[in-house]
Structures are given as C-alpha cells and as structure tokens.
C-alpha cells in the first residue's frame, strides 16, 4: 500500500502493541507506540504460552524462527492431586501438533517482548517512544489528540488501546460516552476477579528439562508448571474468599503468606519440588489478581478502539491472552486495511471526518469478528481454572475421571480445533502457510506457496 495521511497511535508498547507495530509498519500505515516504561523490552512477568493461531500469524511476520530460538516446545501435561496422586495425564499440547503442525511453546514474556521490539524495521525505531504515559485522549475533526504526563503531544487519526486490563484508553472512552450521553457506555470495572495468581520464575534445574509439564490439581488451589529453555514458570491459583470487581495491589507479604497456606504441595511428583522450593528459588515473582471478562464496546465514534488486555482478560490456564491479542491486531489491520484501500484514491483518505463512517466500519467488522471467539476462550479458561481447583464434587469427579480420559481430551480437541481453524492471518500480507496438520486453517495467507514437512 502506498502513503496516506492516516496515522494510529498505539497505546502500550506490550505484546500486544508491538504486533501492533508489526502489523503496520507491514501494511504501511504510518504509526508510533507511547510506552509508559522507560524499556519495551520488559525483564518481568509471568512466562507464556504461544499457541499454533499465534504462531502462524508470527510466522507471516517473519518472527517464527527467531522466536522458537528462545521458547521450548510443551508435550505431555502431567497431572496429580494435592498430595502427589497421579491424575493422570492432558495430550492437549500432541493434538496441537497433530491438528496445526506445531506444539505450543513456553517463552518468558523478556524474550517475547525482545524479538517483538528487535524485530521491527530499523526505520520504524524512531516511532516507538518509551517514557510516554498517557495522560488525556482527546477527538478531533480530523482524528485524535493525545497528550502525556510529561507535557507532549501526539495527533493521529486513531488511537489503539493495547495498554492491558486496567486500560487508561478503555477509561477515556467511557468518559466520551458519558459526556455524550451515549448509550454505547462501558462499565467502569468490566472484570471480575475469582483467582489469584502467584507466578515465579525459576532457573531450569532441579532436574527439570525444557518442556516439562506438571499440574498439580486441589480444593481452592492449583498450580502449572512450564518448564523453558533457561527459566522454569510456576503459576499457582487460589480461589478468593469472595469474586471481586475491585483491582488489588499485592505485597511481597502477601506473596510470603500465600507460599505459607500452601507451600508445602508438591510441583512435581516425589515432592522432589515443592511450591516453597520453587519460591526460595525463584528469580522473579508477583502476585496479581486474575480479572476475567470481555468489554462490551471496543471503539468510540471511529476514533478509538481496543485491543488485547485492554479488551479482554482472561485467566492464564488455557494461555489465552496474548494468543487472543495477537489475533485481535490480525483482524483490526486486515479491516483498517481493507478501508485504506478503499478510500487511498481519496485525497483526504480516512483522516479526515469524511472518512469516519469508514473507520468505524472497519472498527464494528473487527469488533464483530472477535467477540465471539473471545467470549469463548474467556468462558473456556475460566472453566478450566474452575475444573483444577475442585469448587464442587462435580467439577472434582469431572476432573479426575472424566477429564483424564484421553478419548475425552481427544473430543474436546476437535471441537477446539475448529474454532482454531477460524482464526484470521494477515491477508494483505503474501506468505507461505509455516503451519501444516490436518485440520486446514479455513482463512489461508495469500500464498506464494506451501510449505512441505
Ligand atoms: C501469570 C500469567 C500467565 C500468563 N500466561 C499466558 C500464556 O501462557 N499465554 C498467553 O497468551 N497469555 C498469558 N498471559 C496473559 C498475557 O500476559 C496478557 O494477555 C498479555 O500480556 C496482554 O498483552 P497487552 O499488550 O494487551 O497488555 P500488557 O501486557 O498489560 O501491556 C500493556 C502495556 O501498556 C503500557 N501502558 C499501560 N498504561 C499506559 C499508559 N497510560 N500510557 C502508555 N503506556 C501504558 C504498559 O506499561 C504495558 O507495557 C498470562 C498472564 C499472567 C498474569
């Protein structure tokens, strides 16, 4: 595509806006990214999951290879109670691999973010501002405004909002509606918390090799471990005494207190590793509470939309969160795209207040392609972290004998598989499909051709 005078702000320069920065330096719209750390490259967080959907659509960027150079591929998923009874074992991960062509890969969120931001083309650098919080988002005739706590201001002609669950975008665009009186009107606290989540990151040692996969599995509390290239994650949820819609701030105290309740329960088989050993070891940790729960409205008046975190939260036992704010940037480039295309001969293309109706076109076809599948996944993690920590007999027989059976696992895996295959690549992008299994991917990449396994 060639120039217009359309210009996206990205909100955020997380996973989430640095596929944003991808996916447009890729389109050839013009873009920066206001970051509120001093460093896109981020050395904390939990490590994740990348799935096939995601993969793919980082294999049409260009990202595959490098970034299975830092993650490790995940088999078998062990299982076992609190007190070290097997449970037997999830072939989640095989059916991956057999239906798509690829086992999902653990990655800590530093590698992720580093290939992300190192990637990008030399000449997109300079649009990629750290230290730039954003403090007021404003429309205009022509676009939007936007200004940082430092004093700057940047115009565009949208705003994405990729800076995560407590978006400060998503706040600005209630206050829109509310000054407008707009029917289209977000709720101020859309999650809802059930879980905790302390997540530590420990050295791959302790006998532990890349790609090891446990779960231990209990009333109120169970635990996942992934085990990387160099650092081992461990993630381990607690049920609250009561849902909150209130966000909450943990202390290191609070991390000390939860491995006191519980760190004595088995990570691996043998007690050989304990959630206190993982602790004591561990080189980074945090607790956060997990909000669950898909936003009602994604844009305001074709000026600003939503995307990832921000849009949507879901728990991490299915690693669905970023896999689904990938796949959000996917959709809304592809509709932005489309628009341009659309409107390029334009003299004013889509900046100006003529091509608005455009914008929000594209913003609602996005919207619409995406909540179904993220009201899915959200419902399916929630699930599956309900299914671990044992609320109810049901759920406990559920999961010990119902769920460990691999012809089960196999069912659920086909039903999952089509969703997967609904997925949307890139589509103005010309790329060969990196991801090959049985079940064909529905939207395929414009293809210069297919790779043979
Ligand atoms: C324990 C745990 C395990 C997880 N495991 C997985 C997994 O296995 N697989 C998976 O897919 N997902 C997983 N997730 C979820 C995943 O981490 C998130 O979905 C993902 O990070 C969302 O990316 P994002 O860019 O939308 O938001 P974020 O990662 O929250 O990034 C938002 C960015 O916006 C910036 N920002 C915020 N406000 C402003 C502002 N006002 N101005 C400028 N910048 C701002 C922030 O500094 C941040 O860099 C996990 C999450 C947790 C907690």
Redesign the pocket.
Known sequence: MGPTNFRVIV???????LSCAHALSQAGIDFIV????SSFV?DA??????VPM?MRVLGQLGLLEELKKVSSPLGIINRMDHSGGRLGSMKWFLYDNEYFGAYPRVIS?HDLTKVLYQSLPTDTMPNLLPN????DISTTTNGVSITCTDGTSYEGSVVIG????H??VRERMRQLAIDNESPLLNEEKPFLTTYR?L?TRFPTTNGLTPGTTWETHGEKLATQLFAGVDTVVM?IYERLDEPTYDRCRYSKADEEALVGRWGHLPLTPGQTLTIRDAYKSSIQSGL?N?EEGVVKHWSWDGRIVL????AHKFT?ST???????IIDVVALVNELVKELQAAHAEPLGLAAESGKAQVMAAFKAYEASRKEPVIEGCRAAGNATALATWPNWILKFIDRYIFSMHVVQKFLSNQQASRTARAPAFDFLDSEEELVGTVPWIMPPKRKSVKSE
């Open positions: 909100v955020g320069g997380g996973p989430v806006g206001l970051e509120q750390r981020i967080g939990s490590n994740l999951i990348l995601s969120r730039k919080k954003v403090s990729a800076d995560g669950a978006s400060f989540c997540w993630c956060v997990l995307a990832g975190d921000a991490p690693g669905a969160g970023f896999n689904n704010g």
